[in-house]
Structures are given as C-alpha cells and as structure tokens.
C-alpha cells in the first residue's frame, strides 16, 4: 500500500522540481558552434606605372604570376611617368614603375623613395604616315627630324602630359633649339594609345615607345617608323618603393616584394619573351642588376673600349654598351668652320668617379688609338656638367668638351689617363 502510494506520488514530485527549476534557473543559451577562421583575403598593391606598360600588354602578361605568388591583387594606375611619380610623392600608390630617368632621381633624392632599381628598357620612335610628307625617313639624327618636321609646320601629336615620352619629345625639341607653338603643334594631353590614334586620323607625326607602336600595329595601326636608332632614344625603365613615411596606408613590404620579384631572374625571363612570338622580338630588354650580372657571366668577355689607367682605385673599362647605359647627356660644340655640332653620351666626371679618381688627380690625358694625346686639367674639368664621351656612329668613341680648346675633342677615344 505504501509502495502504490510512494509511486503515484513521485510524479508529483518530478514535475514541482521540473517547475521549480525552470522558475529558479537562469535560461541557458546553447553556445553557438565557433565557425572556422576565414582565409586572409588577398593584399592590395597599388602600381602606378606609364600608359605603355599597360598599352604594350605587358602587364596583363606578367602580373598574374605575382598575384599568384603573394597572394594579392595588383590595382594598375597607367599614366604618364610624370603623374605616376605625382602619386608617389601625394602617398597614393605603393609602387612605381616608369621611364622618366632625371624626375626618378629627384624622387629619390628628395626622400619620395626608398628603394630604386634597374628593370628593362626599350626604345623611343619618330612615328608618321607612310608617305612622309617631310622626308625624314632613314635620318639617324632624332633633333635632325625634328628641325624639318617643325619647318615644314608638319601637324606633329605631343602627349603633352609630363610622361616620360613627353619629358624625351621636349628633350629632343630643346636639342633641336626649337620651342614648338602653333596650329601644327598639338597637345593632347593623352595617353600614348590615344596619340597614336590621333596622329594617325591627322596624318601626322608623334613620338612613341616601341612597344605600344607595336602593339597597336597589330590592331591596325598604319602609321610607319621613320626615325630610329639614334642614342637619345633609349629609353630606360626603373621601379621604386614609396617612402612608407607617406602614411599608413603605403604597404612597404608587398611593394619591397613586387621589387624584388619584378628583377628576379624568372621575371626578367618572362621580360625578354614578350613580344617574340608577335614581332620575333622581345618589346622590352630585361635589364635588371641579376640579368646583366648573368649575361655578363654568359657571354665571352667583349674587349673594352675605353679604359682609365693611373691614379684610380682601380683601372676600369667600358663597353660601347656599357657607356650607353649611362645616363645620356647632351653637348654642343663649334668646328673650325664655325658649324655646330651636337653629340650624347656618358659624362666624363661619372666614369672617372666610378673608377674611383683619387682625391689629389690634377690631370686628365685623353688618348686616341693612334697615341695622340692631350691633357686636361682636373680642376677644370669636374665642374663640366656637359662634357662627354660620345659613342660616334661608326662604333668609335669622342671627347666632347664644350668650352675647352678644340682639340680636345679627341677622336677614336681609347683611354682616360689619370695623373
């Protein structure tokens, strides 16, 4: 009897304390699964590059192995080289990569940039319609073209925005001792794409890298090279880390890596492809530090052509290619006739320091491959901005000295003598 009466009422009790508990109780949330960390989505690398980088295709062609690589994305601001270096100094990109020698090294100088180095290069040329109303075809003398295509009044496109194709045409045009104005002039204010575009609809002359003049020639592009070749036309690219300084925002290490990446071996491989399968020719020549170094280690020793000898750190020689990739400087001087004659080359200065000219040289003996010679005086000499070593058309090398007596304008050039 108990028992039944224990049994009937147990459920009374479960259910009071199933009440009580509820009621006594805090409600409990069941905890939530924690869900797995997202992958770190891809870094943003902002480029600011010239409009032929990205005109040419080369772009398109390499970036991807560098997105792949790092796990990022590459945003391209394509302008002229001179708004390029803009956002650089503005802090509104990471990296660049342009073709304006003399405003890269004011970047740099002014702290703009941390980091500098060689890519690749490629050539500027005098583009027009295929009857060349003008008659320039062929000259070798870029200035030259450009006198007649300014006498003629010949309709000539400019870019007309401070990229380095622009910085080139005036450079050319003040080689020229010309300063374009007129109807026949015309400043487009456009990208390299553009002006080719415009001189073409114009019948009428440009200046374009080779690169995107190719490029845009397979989408039919009719207008014609007529100017080539010529020194002043190198045209050298250089790519440069921001100064983090410039805010938070600038990312130091993807842009230290896009460097690094940019003149590793395998790039400048992907570099010197480019192009060859179109034109049977690369559009770029690699030209990074690694990429000399190697094809330098490759190729059999080519003999120098010019050699300092005497008090240097150490006697050092130059390749006619190797006095071509220095920086390019232009000078004028007057023959016995009274004609002026111009010339580009390596500065004389810049080759005695990077031979290490000692600290108390008082004289410099220029030496011709007959063994004529002549002294110049040290002092006098390292104040001349202008005055050059030109590589003359025939493969030999000049002095040019602007200012000094004419005959240390020393033809067949094969050795600095440093007393």
């Known amino acids: 009897m108990v028992r039944k009466r224990f049994l009937q009422i ?96 004011a970047f740099m100088e002014a702290g703009h940039g941390v980091r500098r180095e060689d890519v690749m290069y490629n050539d500027f040329v005098i583009v027009g319609p295929g009857a060349d109303p003008v008659g320039i075809a062929g000259l070798a003398d870029a200035a030259e073209a450009m006198t007649k295509i300014a006498e003629a009044k010949a309709t000539f496109v400019s870019r007309g925005d401070d990229s380095g194709t622009h910085v080139k045409e005036k450079g050319l045009w003040k080689a020229a001792n010309i300063e374009p104005a007129g109807d026949w002039y015309v400043s487009a204010g456009q990208g390299m794409g553009a002006v080719l575009t415009m001189a073409e609809e114009q019948q009428a002359y440009t200046l374009s890298d080779r690169a995107t003049y190719l490029a845009r020639s397979l989408e039919g592009l009719k207008l014609v090279i ?3 070749g010529d020194t002043r036309l190198f045209n050298p690219y250089g790519v440069i880390a921001v100064n983090p300084a410039k805010g938070a925002n600038i990312k130091a290490d993807l842009a ?108 410099i003996t220029l030496v011709a491959g007959d063994g004529y010679s002549v002294d110049v005086a040290w002092a006098e000499l390292k104040g001349c901005a202008n005055c050059i070593v030109a590589v003359q058309d025939d493969g030999t090398l000049r002095s040019v000295l602007p200012g000094f007596p004419g005959n240390t304008g020393v033809k067949d050039l094969v050795e600095i003598g440093v007393k």
């Not at 509104?92 to 073709?99: E, G, P, Q, W």
């Not at 071509?324 to 009274?338: D, H, I, P, R």
């Open 10 to 105: 147990v459920p009374l009790f479960l259910a009071i304390a199933m009440v009580v508990g509820c009621v006594a109780q805090p409600a409990v949330t069941p905890a939530e699964p924690t869900p797995a960390e997202a992958p770190a989505g891809p870094s943003e690398l902002i480029l600011a590059t010239t409009t032929s980088t990205a005109d040419s295709g080369l772009l398109d062609y390499l970036l991807p192995d560098f997105q792949a690589k790092h796990n990022a994305t590459v945003s391209v601001v394509a302008v002229g080289s001179g708004q390029a270096i803009k956002l650089g100094e503005d802090g509104n990109a990471d990296v660049l990569l342009v073709h304006s020698p003399a405003a890269e090294k």
């Open 226 to 228: 007529l100017v080539e």
């Open 256 to 363: 230290s890596a896009f460097i690094d990446w940019i003149i590793s071996m395998p790039t400048q491989e992907l570099i010197s492809k480019f192009g060859v399968d179109k034109f049977g020719a690369p559009l770029f020549v690699p030209d990074s530090a690694a990429w000399r170094a190697a094809a330098a280690e490759a190729a059999p020793a080519e003999e120098a052509a010019l050699k300092t000898t005497g008090k240097v750190t150490a006697e050092t020689g130059w390749t006619v290619a190797q006095l071509n990739g220095f920086e390019q400087l232009e000078a004028e001087v007057t023959n016995k006739s009274g004609e002026v004659n111009k010339y580009t080359g390596a500065s004389l200065v810049a080759l005695l320091t990077e031979a290490g000219i000692a600290a108390d040289a008082e004289t």
